[in-house]
């Protein structure tokens, strides 16, 4: 199915077309809504007072990206969050003079509110002292979270073995710009799933339940076989103890050609005010791509409510929602 002739169905019509590896919270009482835009030269923000009102919210730009050098290209996936002290974003950028040095960078606002107050540049996120690996190739996808009164950085990096593969990585945050830990390899893609034209585990984000800590993230590269995984730790154990965590031998979310979704991955969870979990993510409505997938513009954000079994999300294009 190509672009022009795509299949409309009642599941694939977004919520925010044109917006790619997006992220929504609840946070203070407000909605806030940034993504990708297809240009990969700034940082947008939403708000409203619902979470219907992010579809048609004024979109505003906090940041641009520099002419060159540093935060000059590809500009990708911020994050959003309250960290102790304040607001602060979360991307990826690269250099115009070498595209693909993507490293993960830090805005903090110089105010109370987001929206309007200036955003200062806090630089490349700082690894730990005796950390020598951490951020010393392609590193992308950041998403922090916070367990019992611990702060924790997850994030997508590359690594030489033979042909460059994407892992997950984790390490313990001292403050909102600082590792406090070395990394500890998370995930690599080991199932075929995970490999689909490149070997890739990126897109993290975490949701705490009571019992769990749960982990889902994206695979392959972004064409019609990108789709989502799942992690998972009992609560009461400890994120940086590798051997607590569980991984799914199987994709959670995956292109589904009768409902006319393509390509789903770079999900985000959040809860509303009654404590029901939701999840934020991309696709497409078709599966033609003409050229690079990468620079196709429409990846669209859609938003899903999320059941649980046994303690563990279920994801269904069925529960997509309408708003």
């Given at each position: 199915m190509n672009q022009e002739n795509y299949l409309k169905t009642k599941w694939n019509q977004p919520l925010i077309p044109q917006r790619a590896d997006p992220y929504i919270q609840l946070i203070r009482g407000r909605w806030y809504f940034t993504a990708s835009v297809p240009a990969y030269d700034r940082i947008v923000l939403r708000c409203s007072d619902t979470l219907r009102g992010l579809k048609d919210a004024q979109e505003v730009t906090v940041w641009m990206r520099h002419e060159h050098g540093p935060m000059s290209q590809h500009i990708w996936a911020p994050e959003l969050h309250y960290v102790k002290d304040g607001w602060y974003l979360y991307f990826a950028a690269g250099e115009r003079e070498d595209i693909w040095k993507i490293r993960p960078w830090v805005l903090k606002c110089t105010g109370e509110d987001p929206m309007k107050d200036p955003w200062e540049e806090m630089g490349m996120l700082t690894r730990?002292?005796?950390?020598?690996?951490?951020?010393?190739?392609?590193?992308?996808?950041?998403?922090?979270?916070?367990?019992?009164?611990?702060?924790?950085?997850?994030?997508?990096?590359?690594?030489?073995?033979?042909?460059?593969?994407?892992?997950?990585?984790?390490?313990?945050?001292?403050?909102?710009?600082?590792?406090?830990?070395?990394?500890?390899?998370?995930?690599?893609?080991?199932y075929p799933w995970e490999r689909h034209g490149f070997w890739v585990n990126e897109g993290p984000t975490v949701l705490e339940t009571e019992k769990r800590l749960i982990l889902t993230y994206s695979a392959s590269d972004t064409s019609p076989a990108y789709c989502m995984g799942m992690m998972w730790m009992d609560a009461?154990?400890?994120?940086?103890?590798?051997?607590?965590?569980?991984?799914?031998?199987?994709?959670?979310?995956?292109?589904?050609?009768?409902?006319?979704?393509?390509?789903?991955?770079?999900?985000?969870?959040?809860?509303?005010?009654?404590?029901?979990?939701?999840?934020?993510?991309?696709?497409?409505?078709?599966?033609?791509?003409?050229?690079?997938?990468?620079?196709?513009?429409?990846?669209?954000?859609?938003?899903?409510?999320?059941?649980?079994?046994?303690?563990?999300?279920?994801?269904?294009?069925?529960?997509?929602?309408?708003?």
């Open positions: 730990a002292g005796d950390d020598t690996f951490s951020f010393e190739d392609f590193s992308l996808d950041m998403t922090v979270f916070e367990h019992r009164g611990e702060w924790y950085a997850v994030w997508a990096e590359k690594v030489s073995v033979g042909k460059k593969i994407s892992n997950l990585y984790i390490a313990r945050m001292k403050d909102a710009c600082t590792l406090d830990t070395p990394q500890m390899l998370l995930t690599s893609p080991t009461e154990a400890d994120p940086m103890d590798i051997s607590a965590w569980h991984k799914v031998n199987h994709p959670v979310l995956q292109t589904d050609e009768e409902k006319g979704m393509y390509g789903p991955g770079h999900n985000t969870f959040f809860r509303d005010a009654q404590g029901n979990v939701y999840t934020s993510y991309h696709a497409r409505n078709y599966d033609e791509i003409v050229g690079d997938p990468l620079y196709d513009p429409n990846r669209h954000t859609y938003v899903m409510k999320v059941d649980f079994e046994n303690g563990l999300p279920v994801f269904s294009y069925d529960r997509n929602l309408n708003l």
